[in-house]
């Protein structure tokens, strides 16, 4: 899984032709995340996202600015709002199939933030 995500942002990088970004011995992720290696990228990432029809791409983002961003659009963003502690247990005991250990399901959910998305 590491290896495809790595490769979509060399793809990226080799894209927008960021300084360095031929080096075969940089580690592609943590090279982006320095700001500096980033002042050749174009400000709209979703140019570099696949077009189709025939499907979807979802991204999930805590910051809707974010997401408005990436989108161009207000229309496409759905807010899923985080879950109350019987909610998320609820979810989890419906994903496992059951919770052994009360407590540790509820510092699970909280570690999670309660998201339904990493929970499931």
């Known amino acids: 899984m590491r290896a495809r995500f790595e490769e979509g942002y060399r793809r990226i990088a080799e894209a927008t032709k960021m300084e360095g ?9 943590r090279w982006l995340c320095d700001k500096s290696n980033r002042r050749h990228a174009p400000k709209l990432l979703s140019h570099f996202l696949p077009q189709s029809p025939n499907g979807s791409i979802l991204v999930t983002t805590r ?31 419906n994903k496992l199939g059951f919770v052994a250990d009360k407590d540790e399901a509820v510092e699970l959910a909280h570690t999670l933030d309660s998201i339904p998305l990493v929970l499931t």
């Open 63 to 93: 910051s809707r600015d974010v997401a408005y961003k990436l989108t161009g659009s207000s229309a496409g963003i759905v807010e899923i709002r985080l879950m109350d502690k019987h909610g998320a247990l609820v979810l989890l005991r």
């Open 21 to 29: 970004w031929d080096d075969p011995k940089a580690d592609v992720l």
